[in-house]
């Protein structure tokens, strides 16, 4: 050790290294809390009691550690020891939070885990009113989602139809476009077009004539030969 600890640095000294081992204690007891915690292993309390004694007797020897650094005569390594000290008062007060987190978290797991024995242990009452709303909303959902998906079907369906109409229709005015335009190509007037369908309409009433003259005739020789 350093001259300038004398009159009190070589207590300090093992004051100080007292309070590292029980902070390595400490600190190792919070991870395996921790664990525990991820894996729920195991009842904690006991465990967490003998973390809480070791950082309230690292808090105990910061106390002392800061009275004992304030007698030593040589300030270089007046302020060494008091950063030292300072370090392990921090060191133990993270850990004091941590502690305090766990243990804030254990109780949380302990109230939630009352309150859903509470809910089941209700059987038949509260507590199965609860689940069946629970299914009732989970089935109308369901019934939501399929009549959405129908729904989506079915417009698909006719988008298509309609579609296929479009398509369709496009075909017939193409269609008719090109009868225009061989209509146009072979030099064919509305005059012409005009004598065309006079032409077939006097075909027409001939055909009615002869087929009427036909009747009347078969008629006539059918009674005749009676």
């Known amino acids: 050790m350093a001259s ?17 081992k029980i902070l390595l204690r400490a600190r190792d007891g919070i991870e395996r809390l921790e664990r525990f915690e991820s894996a729920s292993l195991m009842d904690s309390s006991d465990l967490t009691s003998s973390v809480k ?13 800061d009275a004992l650094w304030r007698s030593i005569s ?28 766990y243990t804030w978290r254990s109780q949380r797991k302990v109230m939630e885990a009352k309150e859903r024995a509470d809910l ?3 059987g038949s009452g ?6 069946q709303i629970f299914d009732d909303e ?45 209509l146009n190509t072979v030099g064919l007037s509305n005059s012409v077009l005009r004598l065309i369908e006079r032409r077939n309409r006097v075909d027409t009433w001939i055909k009615y004539a002869g087929m009427i003259a036909t009747i009347v005739v078969l008629y006539l020789f059918i009674k005749w030969t009676r």
């Open 74 to 101: 040589v300030k270089s390594q007046r302020d060494l020891w008091r950063r030292k000290t300072e370090q392990v008062g921090e060191e133990a007060e993270y850990l004091n939070k941590s502690l305090e987190k």
């Open 53 to 65: 004694r070791d950082i309230t007797e690292v808090q105990s020897l910061c106390a002392t550690m």
């Open 4 to 20: 300038g600890i004398v009159g009190g640095g070589g207590s300090l000294s093992e004051v100080y290294s007292s309070a590292k």
């Open 126 to 131: 509260e507590g199965a009113h609860i689940l």
């Open 138 to 182: 989970a089935q109308a959902m369901s019934s939501v989602k399929n009549s959405k998906r129908l729904l989506e079907d079915s417009f698909s369906s006719g988008v298509a139809i309609l579609a296929k109409y479009a398509e369709q229709r496009d075909r017939l005015k193409r269609a008719q476009r090109k009868a225009l335009d061989v």
């Open 120 to 122: 089941l242990n209700r």
